[in-house]
């Protein structure tokens, strides 16, 4: 019997297939060349999480950067009224921005109908932010190639390729967080060639508590809504 695209069976596969070649790609010879488009991919992720988080608390976003290597920073400027809970929200928006991508690719996978739309709402949100807030040589090659491309396989992709795009970087989104586990726990890092506090280390200076108590609320709210979208994905008959 064939399967067809959107089944359960369907998803269970791609979504395993997506975690494989996560996982496993950058152990392969040219596999760190292969994924290095989308270590960019979840770097821009993290930092849009950064920016964004400090619009809505009506910060001002500045600029993103993204370095050769993978790392990057958003810069944001808030006023001298911001309080300590506003900047360590700030702070924990990069490693939660993942998870959130993540979450909701993997939701959107669930249902055909939404598709099209993430991945045009992906390539948009790609192209606009380089536009807008990117300031790095990576940044404007790598994410207008990648806006490109999830455009084009919304476009004239299968059904199937636009299924394993969005699980493919829904899966990429969400483990980004075990790529980012010893820069959670630690206190300080150099990013750039700059020393820098991590981003818990942000949150300990905003409101007190110890940065690896910071890091383990993340991973806890990271791993509770990857959970509940796989769970729905997976339960839901698209």
Sequence with gaps: ????????????????????????LPTIPLGNYLIYPFVILSTWFHEMGHGLTA?????DFELLVINSDGSGYAQSRADMEASGLSMALIAAGGPLGPSVVGSVLILASAVRKYWRPALYGLAGA????????????VGWIVLPALAAAFAWVAWRGQDWLRLFALQFVGVLAALSMFRDFDY?????AVIGGQPMLSDTGAMEQALAFPYWLWAILIIVVSGGMIGASLKYALNRDG
């Design 184 to 188: 959670l726990f630690s206190e300080s």
């Design 1 to 24: 019997m064939r399967v067809q695209p959107g089944s359960q069976e369907e998803k269970v596969g791609r979504l395993i297939l997506a975690a494989v070649l996560v996982m496993f």
């Design 55 to 59: 619009l809505v608390l009506g910060q």
């Design 126 to 137: 790609l192209a606009i932010s380089t536009v807008i807030w990117v300031r790095s040589t």
